[in-house]
């Protein structure tokens, strides 16, 4: 007998195994978030050239460059939060994720880019190759004149590294920094209904409910028991991988004014 009349319990467990496995994402999240963004050895005579820029260029504080003498006789200077740019270590200007999902200010990582003569560059804090910056202004910063000067910077690194050829297990990689983004700005009412009548999103949502919903199975969950499941997680794998790669080209041909 079933749980729950009208459903099916091959459908009720896919749903609570589903629903573990978002608590378990959340908890990742959460756990990665709290951690402090540590520059790599390898990149920090780049970051310390950057910061010398910055200083000399925009006043910065004092601090600032206290901490940066520090950083020879440590091998990762650490800003405590994820609300804490690790270049500058001021609180987040222009909030800029990059497709390994770490935060930079906008301004900084653009000075990173100008330093290696906007050539292709390696993520500070994980070397991972930067193919996409996802700017996360606040409508306060968008009338920056210097803020928008680094927008523009922005959009022109998207477009000339964003369709680079990757191999597919970075793509893979990308996909936690390009969904994260997708619910960060779901927040916002104004990109919440541009997403909403995106028809590629609407069509991948209404696909993995409706293979989850359809009694159609490849793997038939009422005689293979928890096995049953593989063929319900791959196309839903494939549908967020796909979802994501969507999510990389529209991000990759906004345009900011």
């Known amino acids: 007998m079933s749980l729950i009349i009208g459903v099916g319990d091959e459908i009720i467990q896919f749903l ?22 540590r ?32 950083t020879e006789t440590t091998s990762a200077t650490r800003s405590e939060g994820s609300d804490i740019c690790p270049v500058c270590y001021d609180q987040l200007r222009c909030k800029t994720v990059t497709n390994c999902d770490h935060f930079f200010c906008g301004i900084c990582i653009i000075a990173v880019w100008r330093h290696r003569h906007l050539s292709a560059i390696n993520c500070p804090i994980c070397r991972r190759n930067l193919t996409l910056l996802i700017a996360q202004p606040t409508t306060e910063e968008s009338a920056d004149p210097e803020i928008q000067q680094a927008l523009s910077q922005i ?7 964003s369709n680079e050829p990757v191999s597919f297990w970075q793509r893979i990689q990308d996909m936690p920094a390009l969904l994260n983004s997708f619910f960060r700005e779901l927040s916002n009412p104004a990109l919440l209904f541009r997403w909403l009548f995106n028809i590629r999103v609407i069509i991948i949502i209404f696909s993995i409910f409706g293979y989850i919903l359809l009694p159609f199975d490849i793997l038939p969950e009422q005689s293979l028991g928890l096995l049953g499941f593989i063929d319900d997680l791959i196309v839903v794998f494939c549908l967020l991988f796909y979802f994501a790669l969507i999510i990389r080209n529209v991000i990759s041909s906004r345009t900011f004014s």
């Open 39 to 70: 520059i790599h050895i390898t990149q920090l005579p780049i970051v310390e050239s950057v910061r010398a820029e910055l200083a000399t260029t925009t006043a910065t504080s004092t601090a600032t460059t206290e901490t940066t003498e520090t």
């Open 155 to 161: 959009s022109l690194f998207n477009r000339r590294f």
């Open 16 to 37: 609570i195994v589903i629903f573990f496995i978002i608590i378990l994402y959340l908890l990742a999240n959460y756990f990665y978030f709290s951690l402090p963004q």
